[in-house]
C-alpha cells in the first residue's frame, strides 16, 4: 500500500522549533515531487511549501517564509518540516502528500498523510 | 495568495444532485488546468476525488464530476447518498510551484 506518517507534531511555545517528518512506504520516494500543507482547526487546508524529487528545488508559502525549510532524504524515505519561530497562527495539522501527474496533466495531492497537530501556545 | 472562494454549505435530499462551487482568479483557476477535489470526513485526511479539472481517481464513483468555466470550478454530486455527507476542498495551482486551497463547503443530505 502507498502510505505516508507524519510525525514530530505536539506542544511549543511561541518562538520555539519543531522538525515534522514524513515516512514514505509503498512507492519510490525519489521519484515523486512532494508538499507540505497544513489545516488550522475549522478551517480549509493551506499549502505550505514544495520540493523536487531531488530535493534542489523548493518553494514556500508566504505565511512560513524564512521560518520553515522542507527537505527530504531518498534514502531514507523521508520528507522533512524543519520549523523555527513558531507563532500562535500556526497552530494547525501538518499533513504531507505526494504530487501527481506530469506534463500539462500534474499537480494533484494523493495520498495523504494521516496529520500531526502542532501547537503552538504563548 | 487568497483562497478560493467556496460556499461555506450546501444541501439536498438524497438521490438529488448538488454543486459546489469553487471561485479563483485569473494568476490559478483561470489560466490552469490543475483544479483537484478533495472530500474530508471529521478527523481525516482529505482523500483526493477529482484531479485534472474532470478526471476521476480508480474507486471514485461516478456520481462525483468536476468542470472548470473561466476562473470558477465546480464539482457535482448526483444521486446524493448519506455517506456523501462531509467537508468538500477545491485546490487549483497558482503557477511558481504553488497551489492555493478553497475554505471548504459542508454538505448535508437532508
Known amino acids: 500500500d502507498v502510505q505516508l506518517v507524519e510525525s514530530g507534531g505536539g506542544l511549543v511555545r511561541t518562538g520555539g522549533s519543531l522538525r515534522l517528518a514524513c515516512v514514505a512506504s509503498g512507492f519510490i520516494f525519489s521519484d515523486y515531487e512532494m508538499i507540505w500543507v497544513r489545516q488550522a482547526p475549522g478551517k480549509g487546508p493551506e499549502w505550505i511549501s514544495f520540493i523536487s524529487e531531488t530535493g534542489n528545488t523548493m518553494y514556500y508559502g508566504g505565511s512560513v517564509t524564512g521560518r520553515f525549510t522542507i527537505s527530504r532524504d531518498n534514502a531514507e524515505n523521508s520528507l522533512y518540516l524543519q520549523m523555527n519561530s513558531l507563532r500562535v497562527e500556526d497552530t494547525a495539522v501538518y499533513y504531507c502528500a505526494r504530487i501527481l501527474g506530469s506534463g500539462n496533466h500534474w499537480g494533484w495531492f494523493d495520498p495523504w498523510g494521516q496529520g500531526t497537530l502542532v501547537t503552538v501556545s504563548s | 495568495q487568497s483562497a478560493l472562494t467556496q460556499p461555506r454549505s450546501v444541501s439536498g435530499s438524497p438521490g438529488q444532485s448538488v454543486t459546489i462551487s469553487c471561485t479563483g482568479t485569473?494568476?490559478?483557476?483561470?489560466?490552469?488546468?490543475?483544479v483537484s477535489w478533495y472530500q474530508q470526513h471529521p478527523g481525516k485526511a482529505p482523500k483526493l476525488i477529482i484531479y485534472?479539472?474532470?478526471e476521476r481517481p480508480s474507486g471514485v464513483p461516478d456520481r462525483f464530476s468536476g468542470s472548470k468555466s473561466g476562473n470558477t470550478a465546480s464539482l457535482t454530486i448526483s444521486g446524493l447518498q448519506a455517506e456523501d455527507e462531509t467537508d468538500y476542498y477545491c485546490c487549483a495551482y497558482a503557477g511558481r510551484y504553488t497551489w492555493v486551497f478553497g475554505g471548504g463547503t459542508k454538505l448535508t443530505v437532508l
Open positions: 485534472d479539472v474532470t
Open positions: 485569473t494568476s490559478d483557476i483561470g489560466t490552469y488546468d490543475y
